[in-house]
């Protein structure tokens, strides 16, 4: 299941508590939905939970009745048809919110948010019938596509003045309409809490911190990772010097200190600068102190027979 419908699941399963937020929740639906006109239209959707919630809503907050049936989505897949087939019923829909559907532009009309608790019923209807929220775990991005361009702006208008919480919106014009969208998790997390979908919210939250986990793992890893190769390409340069004084002059010739150290990490080029001071009971600088000797000698006799060392 998307993350869009299982929000949806969630608002549609919001009960009806005040006569107002239900009229506000069925305009927000209505409205968005591309049949709130006098002309003859349907609301195409999977969701057959939003299909039924649109026809109760307009029974029981418009007293009109729609009709249901099955079409084909355009994904192809097996959809809901709402629609308001009686042009009587189109009409009375319309003017139920004030509307006559002769308007040049669709606005919204403010009259029909009645109270201040009824914002959201009315965004949680729109986003029933036009919205969509991508997978948190590829984006955090919530959107409402509007056909008109003015009812765009009026819906982002709404967002903006919400104010249990700090949303900013966005308008973008897409694919002949338009889109109002929300883009940080935050405000999304809270618009999903508004509209009367906490579990969703909560989802979207544990995404975030599963991300961030990840994130702090990965950079902990590449950080260990890099150190390791410090060590590595340290101690490879090493061996190489060292095996260069094997090579031409013996470790016999060694200092009697150095020697023991030389053989130590021949056989252990992975041993840190501590390890080898805890095997030979000398402090990490003095095993660092005694590398430094034998880099020198080393790469001086690489440096005489014109070997360079690589690393
Ligand atoms: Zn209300």
Known sequence: MSFSSE????????????????????????????????????????????????????????????????????????????????????????????????????????????????AAGFLRGAFLTCGTATDPNKEYHLEFAVPYRNLANDLYTLLCEVDAFPLTPAVAARKGGYVVYVKESGPIEDLLTYLGAPGAAMELMQVKMYKEVKNNINRKTNFETANMDKTFSASARQVAAIAAISDTEGLESLPEELQELAKLRLDNPDMTLRELGQRLGITRSGVNHRLQRLLRMGEEIMEKRGISNML
């Open 7 to 118: 929000i949806k699941g969630e608002l549609c399963a919001v009960e009806f508590k005040r006569e107002c937020c239900l009229r506000a929740e069925c305009y927000g639906a209505w409205l968005f939905s591309r049949c709130f006109s006098r002309k003859e239209n349907a609301f195409v959707t999977e969701n057959g939970a939003v299909a039924r919630r649109m026809l109760e809503l307009a029974a029981a907050g418009a007293g009109v009745s729609g009709e249901l049936t099955f079409g084909v989505s355009r994904r192809q897949k097996p959809a809901y048809r709402v629609s308001l087939p009686e042009e009587s019923s189109r009409l009375a829909m319309l003017e139920e919110f004030g509307h006559t559907g002769q308007e040049t532009s669709l606005r919204l009309n403010r009259a029909n948010l009645e109270n201040p608790c009824c």
